[in-house]
């Protein structure tokens, strides 16, 4: 089967629908080639909070937060730890573009598009304790009005009236095999066509082939996500050295198609992959209690009071507080033995810290229902939390810490915790509540928070003791390690061109979002600030879009 398409976009996800639509504003001809149905249109995005990353923001000046992109290169830099002169090259580059965006045209190309964040600027990946290392300085996290769902809708409407005006062809249920090059230029794709679905979005789907397919046309745009479902690939990718050995057991914070298959597809065509070593997983994901993909795991987004404990009952070290520093947590993590983790808490924390990643778990917002979400200033959690408290395999709620510990021994997968080790802990924190001061820089950094009037209104309980019936029932949620992003991928230029091994660029053949990196094939280089993510799929599809309207 030929095309008289000018682009083929692999993948129906946010970065390619970011590139149609790019494409179709320089009235290009775009076939989107996609192995799901149409229910899954907008991929991963469709499922996230809807958080980005913008630098001296309006919505940050109103809040007094100074912000500048002095700051934003400095907290990047010290994030991303790029030390590889080779893998590295395109990544530094795509993050200074990428803090220019985030500083300057991000939020009025979205706002053109009808894209509105919220008021409220959330402090995510707090850091790892030093002015130039991992972590963001201030609060930078801008959820959008309508979370997930709406970012993908900005970008699906105008390709959908592509569609009607003839330039845009969706193929669902095409899975791409291989990519077809002549001449050292990429110019189709052939695969297989796979048996009609009517799941719903996230659902696992079949792969029975009824069919082959190939198209044609001038250039390529690999736009198929990362390999975060793909767990025998992470296995394989999985830094040892590093970050010590894979967890045996991981919960998929992404549905099953996140299957990473085009990254070997393209590099067997000749695309270069770097940085695959390079990953983002999550150290708070709790079990889906009703879930929609196979091994379904949500993330806690947690505020900075719970007491954070490791299998065998001990605190975890700094900087492993709650919501400061992912990755470093995870290796801790990893180097311990152990695959889960425990918090302690209270009711009054669980009300005002915990959030839930996900449009699903957030319907206030991904619904823009303004009633519904003035209940976060109530007391009590909100509905989802309080669904999983009474309902998740991963919750334990008793009145006393004695019956918490013995309920936490009831669900451990692994060291029974000895109720004395635990009480030591949770009465040498409560202790440094008895002064304004302490030598304790989790009590510190949870002072510092509430400095931010938005964290002291709406995201960061008042101090209290984890014992005081007052603050009561006491909780223990049982913390599994997600399995979510991958920070390497393919190398790509400032115009998402693939590059090949040699450094040149691969003719006709151009990637974004997170099958490169998210740009470069490493733009965060070891480690992200939050927010870069959905940000991330836009600036390298955008660029992708962009080079390719150009071209004659």
């Known amino acids: 089967m030929s095309t008289n398409a000018d682009v083929i976009v692999v993948g129906a996800g946010l970065s390619g629908l970011v590139a149609t639509h790019e494409l179709v504003k320089a009235g290009k001809r775009v076939v989107v080639v996609e192995q799901e149905n149409e ?16 630098v001296d923001s309006p919505e940050q000046r109103h809040l007094g937060i100074k912000d500048s992109h002095e700051l934003a290169m400095q907290d990047w830099l010290g994030s991303a730890g790029f030390d590889r002169e080779r893998e590295d090259h395109w990544g530094r580059q795509w993050a200074e573009a990428y803090v220019d965006f985030a500083a300057g045209e991000k939020r009025s190309y979205l706002y053109e598009l009808g894209l509105k964040v919220m008021p409220n600027v959330g402090w995510a990946e707090r850091g790892s304790g030093l002015a130039n290392g991992h972590g963001n300085s201030v609060p930078r996290f801008h959820i959008a009005w309508g979370t997930g769902p709406e970012v993908v809708r900005v970008f699906r409407e105008p390709v959908l009236r592509g569609v009607a005006d003839g330039l845009v062809t969706f193929e669902y249920r095409h899975q791409v095999d291989e990519l077809i090059v002549e001449n050292g230029a990429a110019v189709g794709v052939r695969g297989t066509v796979l048996e009609p679905s009517s799941e719903e ?85 709790i079990k889906n209690w009703d879930p929609i993909w196979p091994n379904h795991g949500i993330r806690i987004i947690p505020g ?60 206030d917002m991904t619904g823009k229902d303004l009633k519904l979400l003035l209940q976060r200033v109530k007391k009590g959690a909100t509905g989802p939390v309080e669904a999983f408290k009474e309902h998740g395999e991963d919750f334990v709620v008793r009145n006393n810490l004695r019956d918490l510990v013995d309920g936490m021994n009831a669900i451990a997968p692994g060291p029974q915790l000895d109720y004395e080790q635990v009480e030591r802990e949770v009465v040498a924190r409560d202790r440094e509540l008895d002064n304004a001061y302490t030598k304790d820089m989790q009590i510190m950094s949870i002072r510092n928070a509430r400095n931010f009037l938005p964290d002291k209104v709406t995201r960061v309980a008042k101090l ?37 091994p040699d450094g040149t660029p691969f003719e006709g053949l151009y990637a974004a979002g997170e099958v490169a990196g998210f740009g470069g094939g490493g733009v965060h280089g070891y480690n992200a600030l939050e927010g870069t993510f959905l940000g991330g799929c836009i600036f390298s599809g955008r660029a992708a879009g962009r080079a390719l309207g150009r071209s004659s």
Request: overall charge neutral; proline content about 6%; aromatic content about 8%.
């Open 464 to 500: 209290h003791k984890l014992q005081d019936p007052k603050a009561g029932p006491m909780i223990a949620v049982r913390l599994n390690l997600l399995t979510r992003k991958t920070l390497g991928g393919l190398e790509t230029n400032l115009d998402s061109q693939v590059m090949r």
């Open 39 to 54: 229910s899954n249109l907008g991929g991963q995005a469709f499922w996230s909070l809807g958080g980005l990353f913008l």
């Open 304 to 363: 900075p009071s719970s007491l954070w404990l490791d299998a065998t009952g001990k605190r975890m070290p700094i900087p492993a507080f709650p919501g400061f520093d992912s990755l470093g947590t995870l290796e801790q993590i990893a180097r311990s033995g152990h695959d889960y983790t425990w918090f302690i808490l209270t009711q009054a924390i669980i009300e005002k810290e915990f959030a839930l990643s996900g449009s699903e778990q957030n319907p």
């Open 201 to 285: 979005r996230g659902v696992q789907s079949s792969r029975n082939p009824v069919g082959d397919f190939e198209l044609r046309a001038g250039a390529v745009i690999v736009t198929s996500g990362g390999i975060g479902a793909n767990q025998e690939l992470v296995r394989q990718n999985w830094p040892e050295d590093r970050m010590g050995p894979m967890p045996q057991n991981m919960i998929c914070g992404v549905p099953a198609h996140v299957d990473g298959r085009m990254l070997g597809i393209t590099e067997s065509a000749g695309g270069n992959i770097v940085n695959r070593d390079r990953m983002w997983h999550y150290t708070e994901g």
